[in-house]
């Protein structure tokens, strides 16, 4: 129990620190017109492919901070640093087959994109590396069973989204996420796929 407190204490330090070391960056660089930063706020829609559990059932928060450096008029690339929850969760008419009545992945997230803009439609698209932090899996019987999970705790996923301005400091933005690597660490268990949708609300400084 207290080398799980530990590593929970350990993982909550990197985090803020990370956080912290963003958001200074985009501070002294937001100055510049070469720079800008924004917040983001939002939440999350997902599934895993592979689980038997189909559909975007599975709700998360999503939260972080962005710095993109301004290349032209139109072009931009940026990379955010996020907390992302994903996973997926049974509704009445999932497939009885799954073993699994939910599976939640805390993650922190960084992607790295490139912005393409016109008028007030901003577009982009990457890749991104995600950590998981912490996981729960639940079965059909309520019983916790996350020990037995062998699951890969370093992810990559491909990224792409679309973004409407309503002013120069707000914009909703609409993203789409698959991974790219097994969430499973052993194949031979299976191939887990997560999707996810994310509503995002952005606020540019």
């Known amino acids: 129990m207290l080398r799980t407190s530990r590593r929970s204490m350990n993982r909550t330090h990197i985090l803020s620190i990370l956080f912290l070391c963003l958001a200074h960056f985009i501070k002294l660089n937001a100055q510049e017109q070469r720079f800008k930063g924004a917040l983001i706020a939002g939440f999350n829609l997902s599934q895993i492919d592979g689980d038997l559990l189909n559909g975007f059932h599975q709700p998360g928060l999503h939260a972080g901070l962005r710095a993109n450096a301004i290349l032209s008029e139109r072009w931009e690339w940026g990379i955010e640093l996020l907390f992302n929850q994903q996973g997926a969760r049974r509704i009445l008419n999932s497939n009885p087959a799954s073993i699994y009545e939910s599976i939640r992945l805390n993650m922190v997230e960084a992607p790295v994109m490139i ?34 999970q062998n699951i890969n705790t370093n992810l990559f996923n491909l ?45 540019t400084f």
């Open 115 to 148: 912005h393409f803009t016109d008028w007030k439609f901003q577009v982009g698209a990457g890749i991104s590396y995600s950590r998981v932090i912490s996981s729960r899996f639940v079965d059909v019987t309520g019983a916790d069973i996350t020990d037995t």
């Open 159 to 203: 990224v792409a989204g679309a973004t409407f301005n309503f002013t120069d400091k707000w914009g909703l933005n609409l993203r789409w996420t698959r991974m790219i690597n097994n969430l499973r660490q052993d194949r031979a268990d299976g191939l887990f796929i997560g999707r996810t949708v994310s509503i995002r609300a952005i606020r």
